[in-house]
DNA sequence: TTGTAAGCGTTATCAC
DNA sequence: GTGATAACGCTTACAA
């Protein structure tokens, strides 16, 4: 391996000198610097980050915390957060957890071990007191997630205006059996209450009484959509609409209820939720919500280096606007 | 950060003796190795990687170099090597090329830095003769991918197998006019000639000719698929079978084939290749080929750190089986 | 503007 | 069985 002291040797300077160079130190003559640039290229030098990262303050690593990459929500968000911290020069390390505690835990260490310089979270599986003393050892971001205390640095989605504008849409195309299906993805914080809140908050503006019946929680996948729809066959009373929190959901639903011969959106008007490739493909297409995934991603990063430069932050919490995408499934 | 001198203070010996029982060093007393044990447990300590890495061999990462993390296909690829990996002790390294050569060339430094231990490249942008040089700093394992030389450490699977599959099914439901519409991912090496290879086996064996404006090459995305439709519909002699390199490219078909008043299989049969989770879930729902994904990210990580490890490798390359889905589209 | 030298946390070598 | 000590490659006071 070459390494800084070859790099002097070849140049005719000190290691000093060449450490200055890769760091953009001000004051160097030309000459030097010409110097000790030529005899980089020629070595194919490249300068070691276990050393720079032992040594000092040097960030060049951040981590992410995502709970399946498989989830195409979370591989679009990894996406938009490598290749904004590629732009910006860092390197990034994804971690899942697999929704396991003690993995979240694991990769916290990273910070703790200066493997990382700073951490996205967008999975919460601890509770946030067994998370907050990492922050002592490097700056967390929040992404997607929720916790009680409001001081913590988030980037998020408004998850009320967006779960809004999906029922105010049901009920604009004339609905007013909506059921309302949804799970915050593995947190009793926030992201629920929004949602939650919003839907009451539509449906009592449109002077629509709920049915409790019709409200269903912590659904998450392809087979919990399916499950659904069985469990509305079933009904006496049944919706004329659903409005789903995600759209491996309502493709479960999609897939059932054409199984069940109800065809859709006339019998049964279904929305989704993160406008995920497959929501294009669906038959027939499906209405969801637009997330700014990728925005939400960039955002991230470009908080988690202003506090891994010490910068201080414009706001501790950035929400970003969801859009309402109309297909043909409502 | 407390460190191993805080950890041998706090037990009463020498920053040696820690280290030793780190790294399970048989000849210990048990009473210190307690000791030891409990001043670590105490102060709360971690080994500093970037300290391990600089000093010695000790190898705990390991790189995965795909082209774009949000296709399904590498998701569920960087999924089975994150947990195989994790289990064994190893943190993975996402690395997205986005196709870029340049960037390619910046992950293959992680190797000559010791940032990495060992890559699995399901992507390769870069002439073998780019990238070769670096197995000099560490192992370098080809994943779903192909180069000529043959010594190259590889696993994939059978790609001549899975297409010959395909095309015989297509034939055996009646077909005699069947498209075929690939598109290696990002290299002209061996994965597109074994399937071409097998299409055109395969119709031999059934006394077909081969009508050429039905081979279609280098499609991948959902757009494709919809463009090679409007190919198909502009046809004088239209196919009666489409194979499909990808279940995106036979998602696109899909659509198109849907808004131009095409019936499935009827009109026209589409397979797929992968059996991501969309093929389920279209309708009609997609036949496709399965490959073993997961267990392909598995032998990958094991075969790496075989090699890691330096132990001699059993073979160089590992081949696996695919498996055909039917489903409603053929 | 440049160089010398100390030290980041760990492990390998040698001595006891 | 245990402990000094010297590296690993780099950055940063402090000197010159």
């Known amino acids: 391996m070459v390494n800084i002291i070859d790099?002097?040797?070849?140049?005719?300077?000190?290691?000093?000198t060449?450490?200055?160079?890769?760091?953009?130190y001000p004051h160097i003559s030309p000459d030097k610097r010409r110097q000790v640039l030529e005899a980089m290229e020629q070595l194919g030098f490249v300068p070691n980050p276990s050393a720079r990262k032992l040594r000092g303050q040097v960030t060049t690593t951040i981590a992410v915390i995502v709970p399946k990459i498989v989830n195409p929500f979370f591989a679009y968000l990894v996406d938009a957060i490598e290749q904004e911290g590629y732009r910006q020069g860092y390197q990034t390390l994804i971690c899942q957890t697999n929704e396991h505690k003690s993995k979240e835990l694991a990769y916290l260490d990273l910070l703790k071990n200066k493997q990382a310089d700073g951490i996205i979270m967008a999975a919460i599986e601890n509770n946030w007191s067994e998370i907050e003393p990492y922050t002592a050892f490097g700056p967390i971001v929040l992404?997607?997630?929720?916790?009680?205390?409001?001081?913590?640095?988030?980037?998020?989605i408004d998850q009320h205006e967006g779960t809004y504008a999906a029922i105010r849409h049901l009920i604009e195309r004339g609905h007013r059996k909506i059921m309302y299906c949804t799970g915050g993805l593995f947190t009793d914080y926030g992201k629920d209450k929004d949602r939650n809140q919003a839907y009451q908050r539509a449906l009592e503006e449109a002077g629509i009484t709920i049915n409790p019946s019709?409200?269903?929680?912590?659904?998450?996948?392809?087979e919990d959509g399916k499950k659904v729809m069985e469990l509305i066959l079933d009904m006496n009373d049944r919706p004329t609409a659903v409005f789903t929190g995600?759209?491996?959901?309502?493709?479960?639903l999609m897939m059932a209820a054409r199984k069940a011969g109800l065809h859709i959106p006339n019998d049964l008007a279904i929305i989704g939720f993160d406008d995920q490739p497959i929501a294009e493909v669906l038959s027939p297409s499906?209405?969801?919500?637009?997330?700014?995934?990728?925005?939400?991603?960039?955002?991230?990063?470009?908080?988690?280096?202003?506090?891994?430069?010490?910068?201080?932050?414009?706001?501790?919490?950035?929400?970003?606007?969801?859009?309402l995408v109309i297909r043909e499934s409502t």
Chains 1, 2 share one sequence.
């Open 7 to 16: 790099v002097a040797r070849q140049a005719g300077v000190s290691k000093t």
């Open 18 to 24: 060449v450490s200055r160079v890769i760091n953009n």
């Open 143 to 156: 992404c997607n997630e929720y916790v009680n205390q409001s001081d913590v640095p988030t980037i998020r």
């Open 214 to 222: 019709w409200i269903l929680v912590d659904r998450h996948t392809i």
């Open 246 to 252: 995600s759209d491996e959901i309502a493709s479960g």
């Open 286 to 323: 499906l209405t969801t919500i637009r997330q700014p995934i990728s925005l939400m991603g960039k955002q991230a990063v470009d908080m988690l280096i202003q506090l891994m430069d010490q910068q201080p932050l414009s706001t501790t919490l950035c929400k970003l606007p969801v859009e």
